[in-house]
């Protein structure tokens, strides 16, 4: 389900690149509309909460 979302998401965003340019609103909002999905999957695969944080300190 989220998959199709992502790949529709990045394909309209490639479309809006090329067409209008990587620096048109219309490419930055579905860039940022894809980062939210992204970050939707990521959030449900790690059982992430926003509450918590990160520990990104290597050992």
């Known amino acids: 389900m ?3 979302a992502i790949e529709k998401k990045r394909e309209k965003m490639i479309y ?3 067409r209008y340019g990587m ?3 219309k490419t ?3 860039s940022q509309e894809l980062d ?3 970050n939707v999957i990521w959030h449900v695969h790690t059982d992430f909460h926003p509450n ?3 520990n990104t300190r290597t050992q």
């Open 2 to 4: 989220f998959e199709q």
């Open 16 to 18: 809006f690149a090329e």
């Open 23 to 25: 620096t048109s609103q």
């Open 28 to 30: 930055v909002d579905c």
């Open 36 to 38: 939210r999905l992204l």
């Open 52 to 54: 918590q944080t990160l």
